[in-house]
């Protein structure tokens, strides 16, 4: 039985962030991505997504591999001898329809949690704009022609922080205590040190030894849909989350650009968001609860990080995000609350303050550092923990 080891939630194709491919495409190109899992197994197979395409996607050849030098000048190297080439349904080549996506068969390549793998696409043909994830906080290499079996990497010459097609890698760990992140830039990772893996989620995996899964976009809103943010998350997390193999828990932190995006009416036009009341985030988080459970899968509501100061702040934002916190911590809708608010705070975790504590600031006021999110994942661990046999840990108890 497989199980999800990594994942990243696809995006429109969009030029709105760091110099990415996603607009241009790929022509007789092959892209190398290396990617970090949070399980093992004997057996790896791919999820390759052209849900944003607007024509089929001719894959040419593809390869799995185990990385040799992740982070450094030479990061498109991968291990002599563990390259295995891809194949689906029986054929070495592909072609996924538009808006579609695609699984390819298992490669016998033993894996451990932790470890990275490398996956080589060789598109031979135009692509045109790529579904694609924006903010990697990872690089990926592309180079001219076919260097599927290529070990050295040095032909690859270009490099981009973003992932490209590749939305899933699954192993065959037969495990079913997938924990699943859905958020926005904070799940993703901004302000996390590039290339070293140390979003929250790789701390949470890190430290729970679960298989845990990243499902943040950066800018995501909880309402609504955005041609540069993707799809709202009432819509996407059927795709982003409960399609993946062995989720058992949902932990959302969703919907501070709902409210900072609309806090004042001179944001810049590339994020604007309609003014959002209280009601109707939490109509969405109850949105989220009632897919999740439908599925047999526990739901942790997380509150929202301070976010004092920042630009998304002001008195409007101030007070919603205070009744959408007081809702999560209160509510009992929740299997469980994570306060991540209170453990982040300013004053070091007492909750009187509404902005990041300065140990755990990246800088513009609203993302964590490193320390951050290992702040955040040791807060979810916990949470995650069961204290007595039966039943879950709380982070606050219900009123």
């Not at 958020?183 to 893996?197: E, L, M, Q």
Request: net charge negative; with cysteine; charged share 20%.
């Amino acid at each position: 039985m497989f199980t999800t080891a990594w994942t990243a939630s696809p995006q429109p194709p969009s030029t709105g962030f760091t110099p990415n491919w996603s607009q241009e495409g790929f022509w007789r190109h092959s892209l190398r991505q290396a990617v970090r899992l949070t399980a093992g197994g004997d057996r790896v197979r791919i999820r390759l997504s052209n849900v944003y395409g607007t024509s089929p996607l001719r894959i040419a050849g593809a390869t799995l591999a185990r990385t040799a030098l992740a982070g450094t000048a030479l990061g498109a190297a991968v291990q002599p001898g563990s390259v295995r080439r891809l194949t689906f349904d029986g054929a070495s080549s592909a072609e996924i329809p538009a808006r579609a996506e695609i699984v390819g068969d298992a490669a016998g390549l033993p894996v451990e949690a932790g470890e990275s793998v490398t996956v080589t696409l060789y598109l031979d043909a135009v692509t045109g704009p790529a579904t694609f994830h924006a903010q990697a906080f990872a690089t990926s290499y592309r180079g001219a022609g076919d260097l599927l079996a290529d070990t050295a990497g040095a032909d690859f010459g270009e490099a981009t922080e973003s992932w490209y097609f590749l939305s899933g890698v699954d192993v065959s760990a037969g495990r079913t205590d997938g924990v699943a992140l859905f958020g926005d830039s904070v799940t993703d990772g901004f302000g996390s040190t590039p290339g070293a893996n140390r979003r929250w989620s790789d701390a949470l995996a890190a430290r729970t030894g679960r298989p845990v899964l990243n499902a943040g976009i950066g800018g995501n809103l909880l309402l609504n849909d955005s041609a540069w943010y993707g799809e709202k998350g009432v819509h996407r997390l059927a795709r982003d989350v409960l399609g993946q193999a062995g989720v058992d828990t949902l932990v959302v932190l969703l919907g501070l650009n709902d409210i900072g995006f609309s806090e004042t009416d001179d944001q810049p036009t590339y994020r604007p968001a309609p003014r959002v009341e209280v009601g109707e985030l939490i109509a969405g988080h109850r949105e989220l609860i009632r897919q999740a459970r439908a599925r047999r899968i526990r739901v942790v509501g997380a509150t929202l990080l301070p976010f004092g100061g920042s630009d998304h702040w002001g008195e409007r934002a101030a007070k919603v995000s205070h009744e959408l916190n007081d809702w999560i911590r209160r509510s009992g809708e929740y299997d469980a609350v994570a306060d991540l608010h209170r453990a982040l705070a300013g004053t070091g975790g007492t909750g009187g303050s509404d902005a990041l504590c300065a140990a755990y600031d990246f800088g513009d006021h609203l993302h964590p550092n490193d320390a951050g999110y290992e702040v955040m994942a040791e807060v979810v661990a916990a949470v995650l923990r069961p204290r007595v046999r039966r039943g879950w840990a709380r982070s606050s108890p219900r009123p």
